[in-house]
């Protein structure tokens, strides 16, 4: 097998570096942009280096998977969609909106350590959790499970009602439903009154 020209030994250590550093592969135009070469000549290099068993790659995005001991790259499969169903309150309860607006991305990773659980995503309204960084209009990641502790942020449904807030059992069969902001005041209802829907287990914020 025919050694490795200079140009594709400081792909490879790119690639390792890149795939360490923002857990996923480069694309084919990040290794040309680092390296003010065209896509066509990445490609070829890319190639080249699939015919030296140096890495493995498909038609997906971020698809590189080197070889030879090197620390193998996560493929585009690490996205994994789950369903917005519209809003839910982060202020006093109001009614939910459980319709499906579209599909949101998360990480693989996260469903894979719980694999017999649910999640959905749920955007909020209003800014009652303000100082534990969960804004209007944010997006919060829900999995579905009973395993709550007291502290968590939860998405609680109070009759017909749902709002997001940390939560904290209480004496005599009751919770508290906290808020994280000073402008808001803590609810605290019977164990009965609440279903809790799930944990709040991740975030996504979109800017315009």
Do not use: W
Not at 90 to 108: F, N, T, W
Not at 112 to 125: C, H, Q
Not at 179 to 202: C, F, L
């Amino acid at each position: 097998m025919r050694e490795l020209t200079e140009k594709q030994k400081n792909i490879l250590q790119f690639i390792e570096e890149f795939s360490e550093k923002e857990g996923m592969a480069p694309t084919v135009y990040e290794i040309g942009e680092k390296f003010n070469i065209k896509t066509s000549t990445v490609f070829a290099h890319l190639k080249a280096l699939q015919r030296k068993n140096q890495l493995t790659r498909s038609s997906k995005a971020r698809s590189i998977a080197l070889r030879n001991g090197r620390k193998p790259v996560p493929h585009m499969s690490f996205l994994t969609a789950i369903p917005l169903l519209g809003r839910i309150n982060a202020g006093m309860p109001a009614d939910a909106q459980e319709y499906r607006e579209r599909d949101i991305y998360i990480e693989s990773a996260l469903l894979a350590r719980f694999p017999n659980d649910k999640f959905f995503a749920l955007r909020v309204s209003g800014e009652s959790m303000r100082d534990l960084g969960v804004l209007d209009g944010d997006i919060v990641i829900v999995r579905q499970t009973e395993n709550i502790r007291s502290g968590d942020m939860v998405v609680a449904l109070i009759g017909n009602e749902a709002t997001v807030k940390s939560y904290f059992p209480l004496t005599q069969g009751r919770i508290e439903l906290r808020p994280a902001n000073p402008d808001y005041s803590t609810q605290v209802y019977r164990m009965d009154e609440v279903v809790i829907q799930g944990k709040v287990v991740g975030l996504q914020r979109e800017y315009c």
